[in-house]
């Protein structure tokens, strides 16, 4: 443990400071300030010490030196001889090495003789480091291992016999004794309470016990009422196992008689197909005669098709002449009159002057100015008209797509209405069943599940509705708000839902769905694995959520189920309820107010708020409330439907009013549209004429030249000659066709009573053939009948055959309901009368069923208490008895350490006499030191040379005495406890 080498760096006053001490005595020198403290102190912190042990700072961030950000203490110390510590692994030397940060943390490394680290994480260094210390008895709050300057002031004011003492404890350990000793006193102290306590608590342990054996012994008796239950359940299971081989023989009967009816009936339909092959072959005969016997006037028919078809071109090409003679006809007649106008033209020319025909061209302008204006406002008119009609229109269509509208609405409430009613009616058949709340085919529902429960299709009987195994507590039953708003957070959809334990069991349940719902909207199927213990759930402190007004009902299994789903659905746990959007807005706004676990507030004006994340800020949404399930009866529930068919019914009214209105508006506007089109009409007439007037103008004013209009009239009358040459000629065209045309069907009537005389021989075949196809369609529909006869038999063999299969299954499953090696008994009953006594004795132990189901749970509870009060009870009386052995220990701790003070106290002061012997030499005046353990106190006894005790005060001595004094006493105490650090 000798001090081999000390370095410090950035450490008080020291940036830099390395030494090596020599053996023997070292002394450190230096004007005030230097540092020779500091040393001192890095020893001591660089040894595992504590701020408060250097006496000089209490905060470990003061010792670095000021700019910087750390100090690194390093303090090697030898490690040989025979109280070497682990030199296999340290060798010579350990290093200490400590780092001082500036916020106060400080780390530690052990290092073995070449610097290598050995223990580098601080924890561990440091439990190292304690064990290295006390191997070599370094204790750094020894004065004797390391005296402080401060604690060395203190030590010159020796005039204080109590300080002395207290120094004299910590130097020779005596302190460290007595405070283990007092430390050990008060364990033992609380071991006596711990002891007091536990007895306490066993007794009561003991009536604990005592109340569930009582309770035990009284379980015992009652469970001695299963055994008849028991028997009769196995007469039960033999019972239902004996009426279903029963049904079985009867489903094997059917299936044999169902089996020989469709063999029958395969050989009939068998016979009805041979009759018709028959027939088929007798068909393909007469039809080849048939064909034989038309192939011999197949010319004929040839040469008649050809001659209607001739006929038929003929009659054509007569139409289209006749068509053109009529276009001819028509173009001739508009020529006349053209001609009639230009001759009329031309008269008027011969007859007037030259200034009638000024005059008459100046009032022909005069008229076509009118004209054109009345022309002009005709069109603004048809214009105004146009766009007030599309108005209309666009009115119109609005109007049409409102009645729609109205129409689909009325539709819709009508069959609301409907549907509504006919609910009500199954409600009121149904009475007042509380499933029926929820949803008005849950019943059904339930009467499937239970009944496919006894055939065992589930593995765990599946629970629903959700809703009606959950119950509002009486402070939110009374608030009819707060029950609403309960309500409308956990959901329509979710409290009719159904929760199943695996996929099998939901397959099951969605069969049984699919027949009692058919096609009408079916409950929701959850699917999740039933645990037997709740969810471990952490509660939104100082508030309440949805959780804690809500009570889960039914057996602890199922209020299991039911609640965790309500966590992992709902998260009720996390939900808080306010009262008012102020309470939401504060615990939401913002990120320090959001209470732990929440996670998301509802009001009771059905609003929720959401608090805000790293990315949005809170948010806050209008929730939608839904009608009250949870504590409703049927009654109220047929009253709110009524209420809503008498609501639907005064829409109803509504609408039809406002159809009637959009009805009267209809017609109004189209009489506005008809008026309107046909004052569009009229203008167009009357426009029509302006334009046939204007053109009639510009024509007279045109033929203002009677060489011209002279020429014009020749071009006409030329025109009228083609079209006459025209006509005829198309008329001679018409003459040789209609001759061709009689020619023709003169031929055809002969040539159609020659092929009907040939036919006539063909007609008894075509009667037969007519017969056998008749045959033929009556033999089909036989077959098809027959063939549903058929299928039919088929069908019902296979569902036998199904209900054969599941009898089968069924007894198999009675037999393995049968316990282990027990045998088919004869019942003494049928089953109706075995179930009948069944529930007799059911309902008998219906008042202790609770306590009955509990009995394998009490005996637990009652082999855990009693092995819980027995481990305690052992417990006790170990500790009573390690309390005896401390006891001793202490007494022979108390006798050891009186033994050792008083042996040190003698030790210290015959050695103080013996030192300080030289000081009597110069002085004639003897010094000792009286060591008085019962008032505490260390004092200096001067005597003469005769023995006699001297009344000299300490404080007469000079300061040189003073010191002689207390180095004599220092080493005195050095001498007798062997320090460290030496050479």
């Not at 961030?61 to 690194?72: P, T």
């Not at 030199?87 to 940060?101: A, D, L, N, P, V």
């Not at 009250?628 to 068919?645: C, F, H, P, T």
């Not at 299928?791 to 054969?804: D, G, T």
């Amino acid at each position: 443990g000798i001090i081999q080498r000390i370095e410090l760096r950035n450490f008080m006053c020291h940036e830099k400071f390395d030494w090596e001490p020599n053996k023997n005595v070292n002394f450190v020198t230096g004007v005030n300030g230097s540092g020779k403290s500091s040393v001192l102190q890095g020893l001591v912190l660089g040894l595992l010490g504590d701020s408060k042990q250097t006496k000089r700072y209490s905060r470990m961030q003061e010792f670095i030196q000021k700019g910087q950000s750390r100090a690194v203490l390093q303090v090697t110390l030898k490690n040989g001889g025979e109280d070497a510590y682990k030199s296999e692994i340290y060798g010579s030397s350990i290093t200490f090495q400590r780092t001082i940060y500036d916020n106060g943390q400080s780390s530690v490394t052990i290092k073995d003789h070449k610097l290598n680290v050995i223990k580098k994480d601080t924890k561990d260094a440091r439990e190292e480091g304690k064990r290295i210390l006390e191997n070599f008895r370094i204790n750094t709050d020894n004065p004797i291992t390391i005296l402080q300057q401060e604690e060395a002031k203190e030590l010159l004011k020796i005039e204080s016999p109590e300080n002395l003492y207290t120094f004299f404890q910590k130097a020779t350990l005596l302190k460290q004794c007595s405070d283990q000793y007092s430390a050990a006193k008060m364990d033992l102290e609380k071991t006596r309470n711990t002891i007091e306590t536990k007895k306490v608590q066993i007794r009561e342990l003991r009536n604990l016990l005592r109340l569930k054996y009582e309770k035990l012994i009284e379980l015992e008796q009652l469970q001695e009422r299963d055994f008849e239950q028991e028997r009769l359940k196995e007469e039960f299971i033999c019972a239902m196992l004996k009426e279903n081989r029963v049904e079985q023989e009867k489903i094997s009967s059917k299936i044999s008689q169902k089996k020989i009816a469709m063999k029958t009936s395969r050989e009939k339909l068998k016979l009805l197909l041979q009759g018709k092959d028959q027939l088929h072959n007798a068909m393909s005969k007469l039809v080849h005669m048939a064909e034989e016997e038309r192939g011999q006037y197949a010319r004929e028919e040839t040469e008649l098709a050809e001659l209607k078809l001739e006929t038929a071109r003929l009659k054509v090409e007569e139409k289209k002449i006749m068509a053109d003679v009529k276009g001819y006809e028509s173009l001739r007649m508009t020529l006349q009159g053209e001609i009639r106008i230009i001759r009329e033209q031309l008269e008027q020319l011969s007859s007037q002057n030259s200034w009638d025909k000024t005059k008459l061209a100046k009032e022909r302008q005069k008229k076509l100015n009118q004209l054109e204006d009345d022309k002009t406002a005709m069109r603004e008119e048809i214009d105004k008209m146009g766009s007030k009609r599309d108005t209309i229109e666009s009115q119109q269509d609005s109007n049409q797509k409102e009645i729609e509208r109205i129409e689909n609405e009325r539709k819709d409430c009508q069959c609301k209405v409907e549907h509504l009613e006919s609910e009500v009616a199954e409600m009121v058949g149904i009475g007042d069943q509380k499933l029926a709340v929820f949803d008005r085919l849950a019943p059904k529902v339930a009467e499937e599940i239970r009944s496919a429960s006894r055939r065992q299709k589930f593995s765990i009987c599946p629970l629903g509705p959700v809703g009606s195994h959950i119950k509002l507590t009486s402070e939110a039953a009374i608030n009819s708000t707060l029950a609403g708003l309960l309500e409308t957070e956990l959901g329509t959809n979710q409290m009719k839902a159904y929760l199943c334990n695996n996929d099998q069991d939901r397959k099951v349940l969605m069969n049984i769905f699919n027949k009692v719902y058919g096609n009408q909207k079916k409950p929701q199927i959850f699917t999740s694995k039933f645990l037997n213990r709740k969810h471990d759930v952490t509660l939104v402190n100082d508030y309440n959520t949805v959780m804690d007004y809500l009570e889960i009902t039914g057996s602890p299994q199922e209020a299991t189920v039911i609640f965790n789903y309500l966590v992992d659905q709902k998260s009720i746990e996390s939900v808080v309820i306010c009262i008012s959007q102020d309470e939401a807005k504060k615990i939401c706004t913002l990120c320090q107010n959001v209470p732990k676990n929440m996670k998301y507030a509802i009001t009771h004006d059905y609003y929720r708020f959401f608090p805000p994340t790293s990315t949005s800020s809170y948010r806050s949404y209008y929730i939608n409330p839904i009608s009250q399930l949870l504590g409703a009866n049927m009654s109220d529930k047929v009253e709110e439907k009524k209420a809503e068919i008498q609501k639907t019914r005064i829409a109803m009214q509504v609408i039809n009013a406002n159809s009637e209105k959009l009805l009267k508006t209809k017609t109004n506007l189209k009489i506005q549209n008809d008026e309107i089109r046909s004052r569009i009409t009229e203008l167009r007439e009357d426009l029509a004429k302006i334009s046939a007037e204007k053109s009639q103008l510009r024509a007279e004013e045109d033929s203002a030249d009677i060489m011209e209009t002279v020429q014009k009239l020749e071009e006409k009358k030329a025109e009228v000659d083609r079209l006459c040459e025209l006509q005829d000629t198309k008329l001679n065209e018409k003459t040789t066709l209609s001759s061709l045309i009689k020619k023709n069907l003169t031929e055809l009537d002969s040539q159609s009573s020659k092929v009907a005389k040939l036919r006539e021989a063909t007609n008894p075949i075509e009667r037969e053939i007519s017969v056998t196809e008749g045959e033929i369609s009556t033999k089909k529909k036989n077959i098809f009948n027959q063939e549903k006869v058929v299928r039919r038999y088929q069908k019902e063999v296979a569902q036998l055959q199904r209900s054969l299969h599941e009898k089968v299954v069924d007894e198999k499953t009675f037999q393995a309901k049968l316990k282990a090696g027990s045998e088919y008994i004869e019942p003494s009953g049928t089953v109706v009368q075995l179930n009948a006594k069944l529930k007799q004795i059911m309902e008998t132990k219906k008042k202790n069923s609770k306590v009955v189901a509990d009995l394998e749970k009490l005996k637990e509870e009652y082999r855990v208490l009693k092995e819980q009060y027995e481990t305690e009870k052992i417990k006790i009386t170990n500790m009573e008895v390690h309390v005896e052995m401390m006891e001793d220990m202490m007494t022979a701790r108390q006798n050891n350490y009186l033994f050792i003070r008083s042996t040190i106290s003698n030790i210290v002061q015959r050695r103080f006499a013996m030192i300080s012997e030289s000081f009597s030499q110069q002085l004639g005046t003897q010094m000792f030191i009286n060591i008085n353990h019962q008032i505490r106190e260390l004092n200096f006894i001067f005597k003469n040379s005769d023995g006699d005790t001297l009344s000299t005060e300490i404080s007469s001595l000079s300061g040189g005495e003073k010191s002689y004094a207390q180095m004599c006493l220092i080493v005195s105490l050095w001498e007798n406890m062997n320090p460290p650090f030496r050479a």
